[in-house]
């Protein structure tokens, strides 16, 4: 891995861990208030077709980066379905 991976690797667990909070929100506090579901998943769809790019162009930091990503955003979409649903 070049130094260029390195920082794309490095600016993904930035982006990624900036979703925690909004992770804890919904599923630990279960408050999804002000959560649109619908722009959540057109990020998910978003970060599918980044991942797709990423895997096409063989580069690790885009492939994680946005696993990882995906992971986050759709627990939140989810999350926030589940709980907007019972109300």
Same mark, same amino acid.
């Given at each position: 891995?070049?130094?260029?991976?390195?920082?794309? &690797?490095?600016? %993904?667990? @930035?982006?990624? +861990?900036?979703?925690?909070?909004?992770?804890?929100?919904?599923?630990?506090?279960?408050? !999804?208030?002000?959560?649109?579901?619908?722009?959540?998943?057109?990020?998910?769809?978003?970060?599918?077709?980044? &991942?797709?790019? %990423?895997? @096409?162009?063989? +580069?690790?930091?885009?492939?994680?980066?946005?696993?990882?990503?995906?992971?986050?955003? !759709?627990?939140?979409?989810?999350?926030?379905?589940?709980?907007?649903?019972?109300?």
């Amino acid at each position: 891995m070049d130094w260029v991976e390195g920082i794309g &690797l490095f600016a %993904g667990f @930035l982006g990624v +861990s900036g979703w925690y909070p909004q992770v804890k929100r919904v599923w630990i506090e279960g408050k !999804a208030d002000g959560i649109s579901v619908p722009t959540f998943v057109v990020i998910c769809i978003s970060l599918t077709l980044w &991942l797709i790019y %990423g895997v @096409l162009k063989n +580069s690790i930091a885009i492939i994680v980066a946005n696993i990882f990503a995906l992971i986050m955003i !759709a627990s939140i979409a989810i999350g926030a379905y589940r709980i907007q649903s019972v109300n």
